[in-house]
């Protein structure tokens, strides 16, 4: 168990559709990072929060949000679901250390599917 | 451009056997991470090791050992006297000072009983 957590663990949704992603990072982590997987692209890197500002972005479609709370949690925000959309959707937490040399640990990510 | 190549797609062998995962990187930051997380058939990504660029120690935990080789950019990981539970999907990844990380296609390793 990494600490981190993500709900819900399985999402079943139709396209067009919106859902929210939560994520909460282990105690005393700082960043929150979002990754999607999926069987064409592999694991891409989509947004970085550091203590609930935006740090870095990846190749996250527009159709795409993410924010990180005061309480440090973040939530990913799908909206106008399409087909390809449907992967695994990961948050890792890092500790507070130089950029590029923290640690992640992955939560369990969650499941999209989007009929 | 940073990259990550793992080029075994899957791996299969028998109980007890050595293996070992390839992994090539390519980045022109003169500082870099290197990484190994194994994925095993329940879909967490499970944390392995971190290396540092300027670190080319190998290292050694349990059966598990990782060769950092600068010359060649690799850092390869061996499993010795494999067994059922590291069936999984391993993946090498890199970072540097954007801390996102870079991951490889993941190599899928087979062990059988």
């Known amino acids: 168990d990494s600490g981190v957590t993500q709900t819900p663990k399985h999402l079943i949704t139709a396209t067009g559709q919106r859902v929210t992603l939560r994520c909460s990072p282990r105690s005393g982590d700082l960043s929150v990072y979002w990754y999607q997987q999926s069987l064409d692209q592999g694991l891409q890197f989509l947004i970085q929060?550091?203590?609930?500002?935006?740090?870095a972005k990846g190749n996250i479609l527009e159709r795409f949000s993410a924010q990180q709370f005061p309480d440090l949690h973040s939530e990913l925000n799908l909206s106008s679901l399409e087909l390809g959309d449907s992967a695994l959707y990961f948050c890792?937490?890092?500790?507070?250390?130089?950029?590029?040399?923290?640690?992640?640990?992955f939560g369990p990510g969650t499941r999209l599917l989007v009929l | 451009a940073q990259k990550v190549t793992q080029a075994q797609t899957e791996i299969s062998v028998v109980e007890k056997e050595d293996v070992t995962l390839d992994c090539v990187y390519e980045t022109r930051d003169t500082t870099y991470y290197l990484f190994w997380y194994k994925q095993p058939p329940s879909g967490e990504l499970v944390f392995l090791i971190r290396?540092?660029?300027?670190?080319?120690q190998n290292e050694i935990s349990g059966r598990y050992s990782w060769n950092f080789q600068k010359s060649t950019s690799s850092f390869n990981f061996t499993i010795t006297a494999s067994q059922v539970v590291d069936s999984a999907v391993y993946f090498c990844?890199?970072?540097?000072?954007?801390?996102?990380?870079?991951f490889g296609q993941g190599t899928t390793l087979q062990v059988k009983p």
């Open positions: 290396r540092n660029s300027f670190d080319e």
């Open positions: 990844a890199l970072s540097s000072n954007t801390g996102k990380l870079i």
């Open positions: 890792a937490s890092s500790p507070p250390r130089l950029a590029g040399q923290e640690t992640q640990y």
């Open positions: 929060y550091y203590n609930g500002e935006e740090r």
